[in-house]
């Protein structure tokens, strides 16, 4: 089964739009932490936030804002306002001990491509 | 700021022909990894270093071998590249500091005629 499920794989919106991208996990885990990065076209994968499993509130970063919650193992990702600059492809991730090694990785979703037109 | 550098953004090889992808990190951090991404399956992790000398496989490591002489540098070497590995590499490192956070170089993008 698929650790983290990014089911919307293609999202256009018009700038000034909000657009929610989001994001389903499955862990075993009571420790992980999840992560959402953004791959703007140059390719370089930039990291936007972190939380761990133990604090579910919201937060917001000007006109980025994310919703965990642990009930429907969802940690989505809101922006408001969209921008052309926020085309991009957005991955989430979820970082777990391995279950041989107990070494933690990051297992990433398949990525949502957001295109933002003028 | 971090940086994670990589040896090339482009590289065209040969069926057959051994291939060095190289990665440095400059932040002194403990743990370095490899990915390829392929459209439609996001970062798949082939191999990752918890410390110099030493390497763990990831997922898919079939196909590739790892050094780590350095603490700032990580290499991926195809043995004998085909052309089932073309595609985007991506090195990460981070801090052995409980918060996983991996910070990402630039990228290659391997071409396997």
């Known amino acids: 089964a698929q650790k983290v499920t990014q089911a919307q794989t293609e999202i256009s919106v018009v700038e000034k739009e909000d657009v929610t991208l989001d994001c389903v996990y499955e862990t075993r885990d009571t420790t992980y932490y999840l992560f959402w990065y953004k791959q703007p076209p140059s390719g370089e994968l930039v990291f936007l936030i972190r939380r761990n499993s133990f604090d579910e509130q919201n937060e917001i970063s000007g006109r980025y804002s994310w919703n965990f919650q642990k009930s429907t193992s969802s940690f989505n990702f809101t922006i408001t306002a969209s921008q052309v600059v926020d085309s991009a492809v957005y991955f989430c991730a979820l970082s777990e001990a391995q279950k041989d090694t107990g070494r933690r990785a990051l297992t990433f979703g398949s990525g949502t491509r957001l295109q933002v037109q003028p | 700021d971090v940086k994670v550098t990589q040896s090339s953004r482009y590289l065209v090889k040969r069926t057959g022909e051994k291939v060095f992808l190289e990665c440095v990190q400059d932040?002194?951090?403990?743990?370095m990894f490899w990915y390829r991404q392929d459209p439609g399956l996001g970062l798949r992790l082939i191999y990752f270093s918890y410390d110099v000398k030493m390497k763990e496989k990831g997922d898919i490591p079939e196909g590739y071998s790892v050094s780590r002489e350095k603490k700032e540098r990580f290499s991926l070497i195809l043995e004998s590249a085909s052309t089932n590995q073309t595609s985007m590499y991506l090195c990460?490192?981070?801090?052995?500091?409980?918060?996983?956070?991996?910070?990402f170089g630039p990228g290659t993008r391997l071409t396997v005629l």
């Open positions: 990460a490192s981070s801090l052995r500091d409980g918060t996983d956070t991996q910070y």
């Open positions: 932040m002194d951090h403990e743990n």
